[in-house]
Structure formats: C-alpha cells, structure tokens
C-alpha cells in the first residue's frame, strides 16, 4: 500500500480491461488517477467503483485519436491535481482476423494507427511537456508482444512496433533527467477487446504461422497481471529503468 502515494496518474482506455484493472490498484496504492476513455457510462462505472473502495478519481471521456483531446485531458489532470506524475498509455484497438501484410485493408490500417500509435504519441506529447515543466515523470505505454515478435494482423503489428520505437526515443530524450519512458509487452490478455474477436473473421493461414512460433499453450495474461507490472515501471522503485520494453507473456514465446 501507498507505493504511489501523493502521486497524480493518467491511464488511457481507463473504462475496462487493463486500464480499468491498473486505475484500481494505482487508486489502491494512493495515486489520484485521471481516467479516460470514449465511452462515458464505462468509465463513470469504473470511477464509481474507485471511489467506493476509498480512491480518488476524475474521469475525463476523451477520444485520443483526436487532435487535441491529449492536450485537454492533461489540461484537465493538472487543473484538477496541480500535477501529472504518471501516464499509462493503454487505449488502443485491435482489428477482426488477424490481416496478414498482403491482404490487410486500408481501412484498419488507418483506424488502428490514428488511435493505437497517433492517439499514443498525442497523449505522450502533451504529458511530457507538462513533466518537462517539473522535471519528474514515468511514462509507461502498453504495446503488445505483436510489436516484438510480428504475430499479430500487420496493422496492428506495426502499430505496436511503432509505440515501441517511440518508447525508446522518448527515453532517449529525457535520458539523465527524472522522466523516464518503458513499454510493457503483453501476449494474450483476457480483456472484452480480444473476447470480442470473431473466429469466424480469423486469417488462418497467418493463425498457422503464428503457431509455429509460439506456444499457444501458455496461460494467457489477465489484465491484473499486466496491472501489476505497470505499477512497477510507475512508481520510484523502478526509477534506474528507462527505454525498455519488457515482454509480459508467460515465456509464449521463448
């Protein structure tokens, strides 16, 4: 308890899933989390459910593919807190059947990379300036063992890849100074995004590619798992970590 005491979070995609997982045990461990999604009555569930358990919370429904809505959801963090500590960068997308480099469309492609990589760097852009201004902060964005291994659909792949690339060039940035900058890696997660994809849409010819490097075996992450690692890279215990990606999968693809 109290491992992000005093401390003000924000946590993107915070209405379900691993943000919604990882603003309870931030909200648990002290931390004033800033929560947003685009779907209002979600998050406004997840808040009531923080502030029940004695947190504190302000939710912000905010659509991070928009031109910015980062600015005004960090606007509204240090309006609120007097300041911004921690980013989460979680939101994102997946797309149905796992569309390999030949056959994906330009529709997904534009859909995920306006949210999962343009939303990401939006929301980054405007949480560093604001850390910049104090000099401490740990920005931690969720990408996807896809973005490692490339087994994934190739719109999502590369969007995950890009948010890994950027990780490591905003730590470069602020190498020396006390804001820092790492990825988590997930396999698998047990979320609603990924219970809500459609066998029926599967591209098992990349499904069968993907088997002969992976053990598809392996338990899957739950979104606590990945929570828990987030609150690791967050808080001061981790301050020597910057750049890194760390893959969270159960050793899947070893």
């Given amino acids: 308890m109290g491992r992000l005491e005093g401390k003000v979070a924000i946590i993107t995609g915070g209405n379900s899933g691993v943000g919604a997982a990882t603003a309870k045990l931030f909200a648990k461990e002290g931390a004033k989390v800033v929560i947003s999604a685009r779907r209002e009555a979600q998050l406004e569930a997840v808040a009531a459910e923080i502030r029940e358990?004695?947190?504190?919370?302000?939710?912000?429904?905010?659509?991070?593919?928009?031109?910015?809505?980062?600015?005004k959801l960090v606007a509204k963090a240090v309006e609120t807190y007097g300041a911004l500590d921690i980013l989460i960068n979680n939101a994102?997308?997946?797309?149905?059947?796992?569309?390999?480099?030949?056959?994906f469309s330009d529709e997904d492609l534009d859909w995920i990379l306006e949210i999962n990589q343009k939303g990401t760097m939006y929301c980054m852009r405007a949480a560093t300036a604001q850390?910049?201004?104090?000099?401490?902060?740990?920005?931690?964005?969720?990408?996807s063992i896809a973005g490692v291994m490339g087994c994934g659909g190739a719109a999502y792949v590369s969007s995950k890849a890009a948010i890994i690339g950027v990780t490591r060039h905003t730590a470069l940035r602020f190498a020396g100074t006390n804001i820092r900058c790492n990825a988590v890696c997930p396999g698998t997660i047990v979320t609603p995004m990924v219970a809500g994809t459609d066998p029926a849409t599967l591209d098992m010819?990349?499904?069968?590619?993907?088997?002969?490097?992976?053990?598809?075996?392996v338990s899957p992450c739950m979104p606590e798992d990945v929570a828990n690692i987030l609150l690791f890279l967050a808080s001061d215990e981790s301050r020597a970590i910057t750049g890194q990606a760390l893959c969270t999968d159960f050793g899947g693809t070893l």
């Avoid at 994102?92 to 056959?103: A, F, N, S, T």
Wanted: charged share 25%.
């Fill in 205 to 217: 010819d990349m499904m069968g590619q993907m088997a002969k490097h992976s053990d598809m075996k």
């Fill in 131 to 143: 850390m910049a201004k104090t000099g401490n902060g740990s920005v931690v964005n969720v990408a």
């Fill in 92 to 103: 994102g997308v997946l797309e149905q059947g796992l569309k390999p480099i030949d056959r």
């Fill in 53 to 71: 358990a004695g947190g504190e919370v302000l939710p912000v429904v905010t659509d991070i593919s928009k031109k910015g809505d980062a600015d």
